[in-house]
C-alpha cells in the first residue's frame, strides 16, 4: 500500500503572529492524531531561505503522510477536520494542496 503526502500551503489575510499561531493550534487541536496519519507536522515559512527557487508565497504548511489514500479520504469527511476548516477559513487568502503519492524501498 503507497503512503499519500499532504501537503497543505497556507495564505492568510491577516498574517500577524497572533493569526498565525492561531492556525498552528487549531491545526494541532483538528488534525493532529486522526487514524490512519503516519506523520503530521506543522510550520511557517522560513523567510531566511531566500534562494531563487524558494518559495515564499505563503505563512503556514501542514504536512500529513497518511498510511494510505483511504484513511486519507476518510480524513478529508472526519467532522474535526471539517471544524478546521469552518473556523478558519474566514482568514484563508489562498490555500494550495499538494497530494503525492510516496515512493519506497
Given amino acids: 500500500m503507497k503512503q499519500l503526502s499532504h501537503m497543505v500551503y497556507f495564505t492568510l489575510h491577516d498574517a500577524s503572529e497572533a493569526k498565525v499561531n492561531e492556525l498552528l493550534?487549531?491545526?494541532?487541536?483538528?488534525?493532529?492524531g486522526h487514524q490512519g496519519v503516519a506523520?503530521?507536522?506543522v510550520?511557517?515559512?522560513n523567510r531566511e531561505l531566500a534562494r531563487?527557487?524558494?518559495?515564499?508565497?505563503?505563512?503556514v504548511v501542514l504536512n500529513l503522510i497518511f498510511d494510505s489514500k483511504s484513511t486519507h479520504d476518510?480524513?478529508?469527511t472526519e467532522p474535526r477536520h471539517l471544524k478546521f476548516i469552518e473556523e478558519q477559513k474566514p482568514n484563508w487568502k489562498?490555500?494550495?494542496?499538494?497530494?503525492?503519492?510516496l515512493v519506497g524501498p
Avoid: E
Fill in 25 to 32: 493550534a487549531a491545526c494541532h487541536k483538528y488534525l493532529s
Fill in 39 to 41: 506523520h503530521f507536522s
Fill in 43 to 45: 510550520g511557517t515559512l
Fill in 52 to 59: 531563487p527557487v524558494n518559495d515564499h508565497g505563503y505563512d
Fill in 74 to 76: 476518510t480524513y478529508q
Fill in 94 to 101: 489562498q490555500v494550495r494542496v499538494f497530494d503525492s503519492d
